[in-house]
C-alpha cells in the first residue's frame, strides 16, 4: 500500500499542473516583504542561492508555502498573513505566469 | 542516484517495521527488489518526460478573443478633390491665358458657367490662395450628401499564440502569431475606405486581414553580454500594446515603447542597459531602438532599372527609458524620429469601384460590366516627402487598492521637405494648378506640398481602472490636435485606432473576471472627429466641418462622430 502510494505520488508530481491556486494575499505588500526578508538569503552570492519569482512554477511556490518546506528558523517573525502576502507575490509572478511582453 | 533512493526507502521501511512486528530480513529483502524493480519503472517514465522536455523548444501559450461589435458612424460624407492654387488661377484668368471670361465658349468662360458660386467669389475677390477643388463636380458651397451608417453586429476573432524558448543560459527567444478576421472574410484585403483598409506590414495585425497566421514579433533577447548590463535584441519588435494601453486590454504590458505613440510593428534593433543595476531605481531601463519602416529598392521592380520614384530607405532611432517601474509607479519616457518618410507604405487593398472613374477612366469603362468585382493592387510609395519626430512622456500608478491610473502626453512633429506624391505630401495636400487642355481648365499636380512649414502636433490620454463587482470598471479619454501624428494604427478597435484620433476620443468598460483565464468586456468607444486624416501623415488634415459644409474637400471618405459599443469574451491558455 504504501509503495503503490508512493510511486503515484512521485507520478503525480511529474504530470501535475495546477493543483490548486493561492487566492487572497496581497501581492504587492509580498513583494515588499519578499525584498525585505528573504533576498538577504536568497541573491547571487548569498547563502540560500539567488531566488526570483521565476525560479518556481506557481503550483511549485504554493507546494512550498502549503507544506513550509523552509528553514523555520528564517520565518520566525512572519505572520501567517506575512507568508500569504509573499506566496501571493510569488505565485502571481511565477514562471508559468503572464509576463510583461517586453523586450530584454 | 537510483541506489541512494532505494536506501531511503529501505530506512524508512525500516524504522516503522522495528517499531511494530519485526518482520525477517528475507522479508525486507524481498520488499527491497520489488521497490527496485518500481523505481526502475519509475525512472523509464522519468527519463521518458526528460526526453520529451529536451526536444519540446519551444514554450507555447496564447489566447483568443472572440468580439462582437455594433458600429455606428454619424454624418459621413464623401467630397473627393485636389487643393488648387487659386493665387496662380486667378493671375492667369486675369491675363488672358484663359481666353475671355465674356465669351462662354472660352476655356474660362465655359468654367465660370460650370461652377457659378465659384466664379461669384472669385469676382468679390473672396477666394483663398489655395482652395478644394471637387472632382465629382460640385461647385463652391455645395453640401456632399451626409449619411449615417450603422453595422449592427460585426464579428471578430483574434487569435494569439506566443512562443519562447531558451537559446542559452542568457539568450531567448520571444515570438507571437497572430490571426485577426471578420467573420466570414478571409481575402486579406479590404476595399479602400480608410487607412485601416489597407493591409500592411505596420498594421496587419490589429487590422482584420483574414485567417492568415502573421508573425506579430520573433527575436531574441540577448541578456547580459559579456557579463555587462548591456543586452541586444533583434527581430520584429514587441512594439504593439505597450504602456498605458494594456489596462483595456486586462493583461499587462504588452510592448515596450509608449502605447500612446506606437502601436505598429516594427523590424528592428534595441541595444539595451539595465540602468537600475547602476542607479538602484528599480526597472530602470534604457533602450536605444533603430528600425527601417520602409525598402525603397528591394522587391519594387528595380531590375527593370525604369522606376524613376524619388524614394529612399526609411530608417527609425530613438530612445526609450524606463525611468522608474516598482510594481506600483511606472514612468516612460519615449523619443524617436523616422527619417526619409514616404508618401504611404507598401500594402495592398481593393480597389474602390468609386475612385475608378476619378483616377482610372479608360479601366471604369471596362468596370461597369462587373460592378461587384474590386481589382486588388499592391501600393507602393513614390515620394520621400520628409522626416517626422515623435515624444511622449507617461506615467501608470497601480495601487495596493487595485486602483489603476495613468496619463500620457504625446507630441509629434512633421517636417515636409516640399514634396508631394499621388495622396500628398507631409501633413500637406499635393499643389495642383489649373492648365487649359484642349480647352478645358483642368487641375494637374505639382508635385510639391501646399505648405511645407513645420507642423506639431499633441495629444493627452489618461485614464482610470477601479475594482467592481466580478471584475473591474474603467474609463480612458483621449485628445488628438489638428496634426497629431502617432504610430498607432495597428490598435485593433474596428472603427480604427482611438490614440490615433484628430479630435476627442472617450471610451468605458466593464470586465468581468470570470476566472483567471478568461473575462469578458463590455464597453463602448466614442469618437469625435474634428479634423481628418487621424493616423496618417500624408496630407492636409481638413476640418471636419468644412467638408461637411462643402468648403474642403477630401480624398477618402470623413466621418463626424462615431461610435462601437462592443462585448468580448477572452480566453487564455
Known sequence: MLKKMLALTLALTFVATTVFAIDGGNPRKGKYLFKKNCKSCHSDGAEGGDVTPLSKTQSQWDRMFKKAKHDPKAWEGLSEKDLLDINQFLFDHASDSDQPETCG | ?573
Not at chain 2, 480597389?351 to 471604369?364: D, E, H, V
Open chain 2, 1 to 573: 542516484m537510483r541506489n541512494l533512493l532505494t536506501l531511503l526507502l529501505a530506512g524508512l521501511l525500516l524504522v516503522p517495521a522495528g517499531a511494530m512486528a519485526a518482520p525477517t530480513l528475507e522479508e525486507l529483502q524481498k520488499q527491497i527488489q520489488e521497490m527496485s524493480v518500481e523505481i526502475e519503472d519509475m525512472m523509464d517514465i522519468v527519463e521518458k518526460n526528460e526526453t520529451h522536455t529536451a526536444k519540446d523548444r519551444i514554450e507555447w501559450y496564447g489566447d483568443m478573443r472572440t468580439k462582437v461589435d455594433t458600429v455606428h458612424y454619424q454624418d459621413i460624407a464623401w467630397n473627393p478633390g485636389v487643393a488648387v492654387d487659386l493665387n496662380q488661377f486667378g493671375a492667369d484668368a486675369m491675363s488672358g491665358a484663359f481666353g475671355n471670361p465674356a465669351d462662354p465658349t472660352s476655356p474660362i468662360g465655359a468654367f465660370m458657367g460650370q461652377y457659378p458660386n465659384f466664379a461669384a467669389a472669385f469676382g468679390a475677390g473672396q477666394l483663398p490662395a489655395v482652395g478644394g477643388f471637387s472632382m465629382l463636380g460640385f461647385d463652391l458651397g455645395d453640401k456632399p450628401t451626409k449619411d449615417d451608417l450603422n453595422n449592427d453586429l460585426l464579428y471578430t476573432t483574434r487569435l494569439r499564440l506566443g512562443m519562447k524558448a531558451k537559446v542559452w543560459k542568457n539568450v531567448d527567444f520571444a515570438g507571437r502569431l497572430i490571426m485577426y478576421k471578420n467573420w466570414g472574410d478571409s481575402t486579406g484585403t479590404k476595399v479602400f475606405d480608410s487607412w485601416d483598409a489597407f493591409t500592411m506590414d505596420g498594421t496587419n495585425s490589429g487590422n482584420t486581414s483574414g485567417d492568415f497566421l502573421r508573425v506579430e514579433r520573433a527575436y531574441f533577447n540577448w541578456k547580459d553580454i559579456g557579463d555587462s548590463n548591456f543586452y541586444l535584441s533583434i527581430g520584429r519588435r514587441p512594439s504593439t500594446y505597450g504602456p498605458p494601453s494594456q489596462f483595456r486590454e486586462n493583461e499587462m504590458r504588452g510592448g515596450t515603447p509608449s502605447g500612446h505613440l506606437v502601436h505598429f510593428n516594427f523590424d528592428g534593433i534595441t541595444a539595451g542597459y539595465k540602468l537600475s543595476k547602476l542607479t538602484g531605481v528599480e526597472g530602470q531601463t534604457i533602450r536605444f531602438c533603430y528600425g527601417q519602416g520602409f525598402e525603397s529598392q528591394y522587391g519594387n521592380g528595380e531590375l527593370y532599372n525604369t522606376n524613376d520614384f524619388a524614394t529612399q530607405d526609411t530608417h527609425l532611432g530613438g530612445i526609450n527609458l524606463d525611468i522608474m517601474d516598482d510594481g506600483t509607479n511606472f514612468l516612460q519616457l519615449t523619443a524617436f524620429g523616422a527619417i526619409n518618410v514616404v508618401d504611404g507604405f507598401k500594402g495592398t487593398f481593393a480597389f474602390p469601384s468609386q475612385l475608378m472613374p476619378l483616377f482610372a477612366p479608360t479601366i471604369n469603362q471596362d468596370a461597369q460590366n462587373f460592378p461587384n468585382m474590386n481589382f486588388m493592387v499592391r501600393y507602393q510609395p513614390t515620394t520621400v516627402i520628409g522626416d517626422m519626430l515623435l515624444g511622449g512622456l507617461g506615467y501608470v500608478r497601480e495601487q495596493e487598492n487595485g486602483v489603476n491610473m495613468f496619463g500620457s502626453f504625446g507630441w509629434t512633429q512633421l517636417r515636409p521637405n516640399g514634396e508631394a506624391g499621388l495622396f500628398g505630401g507631409m501633413g500637406s495636400d499635393n499643389l495642383y494648378q489649373v492648365v487649359d487642355i484642349n480647352g478645358e481648365l483642368t487641375p494637374v499636380p505639382t508635385n510639391k506640398v501646399v505648405d511645407d512649414s513645420t507642423k506639431d502636433g499633441y495629444s493627452v490620454y489618461v485614464g482610470i481602472q477601479v475594482p467592481s463587482p466580478g471584475g473591474k470598471f474603467g474609463i480612458e479619454y483621449n485628445y488628438g490636435s489638428e496634426f497629431w501624428t502617432p504610430f498607432t494604427q495597428a490598435q485593433d478597435d474596428v472603427i480604427g485606432s482611438k490614440l490615433a484620433t484628430r479630435g476627442h476620443a472617450g471610451e468605458a468598460y466593464y470586465i468581468f473576471d470570470i476566472n483567471p483565464n478568461m473575462f469578458i468586456k463590455v464597453g463602448g468607444i466614442y469618437y469625435d472627429y474634428e479634423y481628418t486624416g487621424s493616423g496618417s501623415p500624408v496630407g492636409t488634415p481638413q476640418k471636419v466641418e468644412d467638408v461637411l459644409n462643402g468648403t474642403a474637400v477630401s480624398l477618402l471618405p470623413v466621418a463626424d462622430t462615431a461610435w462601437d459599443g462592443y462585448t468580448s469574451l477572452t480566453i487564455k491558455f
